[in-house]
């Protein structure tokens, strides 16, 4: 079954400190993974695609397909990365009939 | 450009009641998602839809929910009757045809939050 499971259901740092958000995913074949956020009052949207291998405010994420992890990194955290993250997983054929699996989402408070 | 605009923002109703939620996509994006988010889980997908026609159904509670798409643009979705567990926030999410396997993009509008008493 393709399913995607984030551990953490709160993840709590300081200001400065590094940030790993858990997501691993269950796929037979290529799978395809992203992470999306949702920041206080706005609408979900997406943070970053494991296949651009971009990093987007200053967040990285790498896919281990061994460990069938794909992680997001942030080496310094800042108080506007508080939010909530999900890691997403496409099912189907992709393209136009694939749609997205989401994890159960990590909140990550940011403290001064 | 405009978002997905979703409409009620919130609905509180009693069980065994109905209820109507409406999503208007980006223009010009020919799939179209209704997703049920329940509070502490992540968006779970009920029903997608390219053009008028439906893709994936294959969550969709067939004996009380209903969606349509009938023109192939706004699409409603309905729950008749609905129970305590449907209480839950309701988002529309539209995208461009044949992206979510490429750029893994959807767009959200902001949620229909319903309350079920």
């Known amino acids: 079954a393709q399913r995607v499971t984030q551990p953490e259901k709160l993840l709590s740092v300081f200001k400065g400190a590094p940030v790993e958000l858990k997501c691993n995913y269950s796929?037979?074949?290529?799978?395809?993974l992203f992470w999306y956020v949702q920041y206080s009052r706005q609408r979900l949207q997406l943070l970053l695609r494991?296949?651009s291998r971009e990093s987007i405010k200053g967040f990285t994420a790498d896919l281990n397909k061994g460990e069938t992890s794909f992680h997001l990194k942030k080496p310094f955290a800042q108080e506007e990365d508080s939010a909530m993250y999900y890691c997403?997983?496409?099912?189907?054929?992709?393209?136009?009939?694939?749609?997205?699996?989401f994890g159960k989402g990590t909140k990550l408070s940011v403290k001064p | 450009e405009a978002g997905v605009a979703q409409s009620p923002r919130y609905k509180i109703i009693e069980k065994r009641q109905s209820v109507a939620f409406w999503c208007n996509p980006i223009?010009?994006?020919?799939?179209l998602y209704w997703y049920q988010q329940i509070l502490g889980q992540g968006p779970k997908l009920l029903i997608q839809?390219?053009?008028?026609?439906?893709?994936?159904d294959s969550q969709l509670p067939k004996d009380r929910f209903s969606a349509e798409r009938l023109k192939g643009v706004d699409s409603t979705l309905k729950i008749q009757p609905a129970k305590l567990e449907d209480s839950a926030v309701y988002l529309c999410?539209?995208?461009?045809?044949?992206?979510?396997?490429?750029?893994?993009?959807?767009?959200f509008g902001e949620g229909s939050r319903l309350t079920v008493l």
């Open positions: 839809f390219q053009n008028n026609g439906v893709v994936d």
């Open positions: 223009s010009g994006h020919a799939t």
């Open positions: 796929y037979s074949g290529s799978p395809e």
């Open positions: 494991h296949i």
């Open positions: 997403a997983l496409v099912r189907g054929n992709g393209g136009s009939q694939g749609n997205l699996i």
């Open positions: 999410a539209s995208s461009p045809t044949g992206s979510v396997g490429n750029t893994g993009e959807l767009f």
